[in-house]
């Protein structure tokens, strides 16, 4: 990976930072996307030492699309080009909860941030083609479907159906995203990491942060969740593949539903009026 450029959002815990520090341990470039500029420069500084190049720290919370916009702007004026854009950062809330834009929080972090982050980072991507965009989805797609007379769960609002709305979102926009970039040299895949004890399966669980433990008796180790990322970013064996739904490291049946290709139009089309791109 030793010239490649890797934004990684979700940088500083769980599957996001060990997927960075495993791209950095294979000569990556890593652009850390964290929410708290201190836990950015902390995680830069435990890279540095077996990193090939200083990681660096871009700041964005991800629920506000004005500072996804300001990040994005920061990254192009860093980096002309760009080669492995990890999509990685996600929310699961039990109480319907809004964001400064007016949004569902959870439609808003886990499907709606990818398709901004990505649109904006295109050209960059394009620049440095072949390039790979890697969107974290979730089996819990499985089963969901969009009801595009309320995405944003007003009508009545499930913790758990939201979460499962969204993962669908992330296949939908993946596989709607590689056919729109077909023949470009940009390839976009998705994939299930596996049940992994991060604070996201805590908070799905019901459990205190305090009681992380818990979830990790369930769940694998981050690490384990970052092998299917850290090979689509980086193995020769998927060079050109895509539109792609993988899990542990091979391409895999998603649902019914993320097949639907009038939907994944539909869902770009809501998806860019609601960012006004």
């Known amino acids: 990976m030793t010239g490649r450029i890797c934004v ?6 769980g599957i996001g930072r060990a997927a960075a520090e495993a791209l950095a341990r294979l000569g990556a ?9 201190s836990d950015g420069a ?7 030492p077996e990193a090939a190049e200083p990681p660096d720290v871009v700041t964005a919370d991800l629920s506000s699309q004005a500072s996804i916009r300001l990040a994005a702007s920061q990254i192009r004026n860093r980096y002309p080009r760009l080669h492995v854009l990890i999509n990685n950062a996600g929310v699961f809330t039990r109480q319907r909860k809004v964001t400064v834009d007016g949004l569902e929080l959870q439609f808003a972090v886990n ?10 980072l295109l050209d960059q991507l394009d620049a440095g083609s072949p390039s790979r965009i890697i969107n974290v989805s979730s089996g819990a797609h499985a089963g969901a479907r969009l009801d595009f007379d309320d995405l944003q769960g007003e009508r009545g609002y499930d913790g758990n159906r939201a979460y499962s709305q969204t993962k669908l979102a992330n296949i939908l926009f ?11 040299g940009v390839t976009a895949n998705c994939l299930h990491p596996g049940v992994i004890g991060t604070r996201l399966l805590a908070d799905y669980m019901g459990v205190p942060v305090a009681g992380g433990a818990l979830a990790r008796t369930f769940g694998a180790k981050p690490e384990k969740g970052a092998e299917t990322i850290v090979y689509l970013a980086s ?13 542990n490291r091979k391409a895999a049946a998603s649902s019914r ?14 998806s860019e009026r609601l960012t006004n791109l």
């Open 8 to 13: 990684v959002t979700g940088a500083s815990r």
């Open 257 to 270: 539903e993320s097949y639907d290709e009038a939907n994944a139009r539909r869902l770009w089309e809501v």
């Open 42 to 48: 902390e995680i830069a500084r435990e890279l540095a």
């Open 111 to 120: 499907h709606l941030a990818y398709f901004l982050l990505t649109n904006l």
């Open 29 to 37: 470039a890593v652009v850390l996307v964290c929410r708290r500029q």
């Open 174 to 184: 993946t596989y709607e995203l590689a056919r729109r970039v077909r023949g470009s």
């Open 235 to 247: 193995s020769p064996e998927v060079e050109g593949v895509s539109g792609k739904y993988f899990v």
